[in-house]
Every structure is written in structure tokens, then in C-alpha cells.
């Protein structure tokens, strides 16, 4: 089992900045990737960016350049850094843990981020 806990949600204007942390515990040894998904009301939940336990990073094309996703393994941490937010950013950010070997998945609670102006 893992426990996922997203934090760093909020509301911001066009062009700002916020960060989103993840942090895992349980069973920590087993995932073999992380990443941050969003969903927008109506729409599929879509992969934003994922990280692997090498550092292995990859960003959704809506996103690449703008977002940085990063770990922090001796603090069990996932960090998603949000530069140049946009309107169409506005969804709720949930953290993924991927285990391969029995295609488990584990999911947080969301976290919101809305950007308005």
C-alpha cells in the first residue's frame, strides 16, 4: 500500500507561479514512477508530468517548458514547480504512484489550482 498527500493548491493570477508537493509513504519501495494528473470538469483526467526513481522526467506537450517536475527521495517527495500559468491550467492536480509489476496505481486527493484573473 502507498499513501499519497498533494499540498500547494490555490488560486492564482495568468502568468503566476505555484508549487505542488507530493508526499509518499508506505510501501515507498516498490514505485517505479511518479506523477502529477489533472482533471477539468468535464474533461479526461490527463498526465501533466511523470518522474522516475532514476530521475527520468516526461511532460505533457500543454505543459513542457513551463512546468519542472522533481524528487526528493530522502524526503519520499514529488515536487511539480508551475511557471506561466495559464486559464486552460485550471483543474484539480491529483499525485500518481505507479507500481509496474502489478499494475497498481495509487492516487492523492487532489489538490485545486485555479488560475483567473
Known amino acids: 500500500q502507498v499513501q499519497l498527500v498533494e499540498s500547494g493548491g490555490g488560486l492564482v493570477q495568468p502568468g503566476g507561479s505555484l508549487r505542488l508537493n507530493c508526499a509518499a509513504s508506505?510501501?515507498?519501495?516498490?514505485?517505479?514512477?511518479m506523477g502529477w494528473y489533472r482533471q477539468a470538469p468535464g474533461k479526461q483526467r490527463e498526465l501533466v508530468a511523470d518522474?522516475?526513481?532514476?530521475?527520468?522526467?516526461h511532460y505533457a506537450d500543454s505543459v513542457k517548458g513551463r512546468f519542472t517536475i522533481s524528487r526528493n527521495n530522502a524526503k519520499n517527495t514529488v515536487l511539480l514547480e508551475m511557471n506561466s500559468l495559464k486559464p486552460e491550467d485550471t483543474a484539480v492536480y491529483y499525485c500518481?504512484?505507479?507500481?509496474?509489476?502489478?499494475?497498481?496505481?495509487?492516487w492523492g486527493q487532489g489538490t485545486q489550482v485555479t488560475v483567473s484573473s
Open positions: 518522474i522516475t526513481k532514476h530521475g527520468s522526467t
Open positions: 500518481n504512484a505507479a507500481i509496474i509489476a502489478t499494475k497498481n496505481n495509487y
Open positions: 508506505g510501501n515507498i519501495f516498490s514505485i517505479n514512477a
